[in-house]
């Protein structure tokens, strides 16, 4: 084993002493250390040291704890200025059950994301092609890892809703007449024959230019906040205009860069910006922005955050356009969304992960709201109850129950102790 990945490892186990979690940095090194602890008739502890303690500037008598620290340190900071610009061989860990190799290099960590990237990534990259979504460009000028970081940085739900939203699979006018659910495809905003998800951000029906510009105005103020090339700033927002009320790109003597991604993104289409897919070029330009003015921000999390708040006003378009749509559905609709809410608060919701349970408020507040707050509610709720019976399966908790908790897993009936004590949990 390499003499500094042992050193980190060791950092890293100090932290990770009784829990393995595939998303720790070199995973395959804690596993490897584990292993052998697990082997070895010596029952060892953990003890955290605090970190540079020689850095203080103030002359200090360390212990031997300190010490000791402060030479791996240093022998890691040696190791590494020393190979850091070599080819580095994947070097097999004693210890390690198995390696995974890419042709991009060894898999250390999140094995199950990076296989799955793997396989699906260039098979979903080929089907965007086939369906024309780039227009004139292609899924080659798209910048995928600001895809990635983007949905990863939404909720899981918001996530789901995107990946609908995008290929067209949504409740629109179009799907739900193909569906036999309704008699016409028809926008229920402003009554264009076929509405589907693009109509949804383009539509000009009553209160739409409304929900856009107070969406716009929130565009704005985060590139504010994100301290956004001035430039840069306007482009986008002159760029997005021009897609919703299809008007023509004006802005003119733009630095050659940002002219240049600004024909990028019009050959793929602005619509792919608002929708999740930016261009390649855009990150770069902020970043340059930054070292510019001797920011520590990054350009990869300025797209990030950029992309993430397009999702919103997008998603804010499709919320406006069911608020409109509830006052043409009928009652029946509405007692039955109440009937199954009622049926989620008695099944209790002690066992779903945290942020599932962050959105459990009032049952009378949640019974009140808009039919498409409760829909989107009653969805949050099946995906969380999903997630955790996923969980159950591979007997780990959801994030925020705890392992005592879980291995009630199985409710007692109403009316014992125990469940009285459960209930506590339950809010
Ligand atoms: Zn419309």
């Known amino acids: 084993m390499g003499r500094l990945a042992l050193l980190e490892g060791l950092l890293i186990v100090s932290v990770t002493w009784q829990t393995r979690r595939p998303t720790s940095q070199q995973f395959d090194i804690i596993a490897a250390i584990h292993y052998w602890r697990d082997l070895s008739p010596v029952q060892w502890k953990s003890r955290h040291i605090l970190g540079h303690q ?54 250390c960590r999140n094995f199950r994301s990076q296989l799955l990237e793997h396989i699906f990534a260039p098979e979903a990259k080929s089907y965007w092609d086939r369906k024309g979504r780039f227009a004139e460009g292609s899924s080659v ?6 895809v990635g970081d983007a949905r990863r940085s939404m909720p899981r739900a918001r996530q789901h809703w995107q990946t609908k939203h995008n290929s067209g699979f949504c409740g629109v006018g179009k799907m739900m007449l193909q569906r036999k659910e309704r008699d016409s495809a028809k926008c229920p905003r402003c009554d264009h024959e076929v509405e589907d998800t693009e ?14 510009q107070a969406q716009m105005r929130a565009v704005a103020k985060e590139l504010t906040k994100l301290e956004t090339d001035p430039q840069l700033h ?27 991604v600004v024909e990028l993104q019009g050959r793929v289409g602005w ?7 930016p261009v390649l070029g855009w990150a770069d330009i902020q970043q340059q922005s930054y070292d510019r003015n001797g920011s520590k921000r990054t350009g990869r999390r300025w797209i990030t955050a950029l992309v993430k708040k397009l999702a919103e ?16 559905e009928t009652s029946l609709a509405s007692i039955e969304i109440n009937n199954r809410i009622i049926a989620e608060y008695n099944q209790g919701f002690w066992h779903l992960p945290r942020d599932t349970r962050k959105q459990i408020k009032q049952r009378s507040e949640i019974l009140a709201a808009p039919l498409s707050t409760r ?7 099946s995906v969380g109850r999903r997630f955790a019976e996923e969980q159950r399966l591979r007997n780990i908790p ?19 102790e125990e469940c009285a004590a459960l209930r506590r949990y339950e809010i």
């Open 54 to 107: 020689d850095d203080a500037g103030v002359p200090t008598v360390l212990d031997r704890w300190a010490t000791l620290n402060c030479e791996m340190d240093a022998s890691a900071k040696a190791h590494w200025e020393q190979c850091h610009l070599q080819p580095q061989p994947n070097i097999t860990i004693s210890g390690e059950p198995w390696q995974l190799l890419l042709p991009s290099g060894k898999v």
């Open 271 to 277: 619509r792919n910006l608002l929708e999740g897919f």
């Open 313 to 328: 006003t997008v998603w804010n378009m499709w919320d406006h356009r069911n608020s409109v749509n509830t006052n043409n």
């Open 398 to 416: 959801p994030p925020g129950v705890s392992y005592m908790d879980w291995v009630r897993a199985n409710r007692p009936p109403d009316g014992s």
């Open 141 to 146: 000028d798209i910048d995928w890892p600001a």
């Open 375 to 381: 829909r989107h509610w009653l969805h949050n709720i």
């Open 199 to 212: 109509h949804v951000i383009l539509c000009q029906g009553s209160g739409t230019s409304e929900v856009w």
């Open 234 to 260: 306007r482009v986008i927002m002159a760029g997005l205009h021009s897609y919703r009320y299809n008007e023509p790109f004006t802005l003119t003597s733009l630095r050659p860069e940002i002219q240049s």
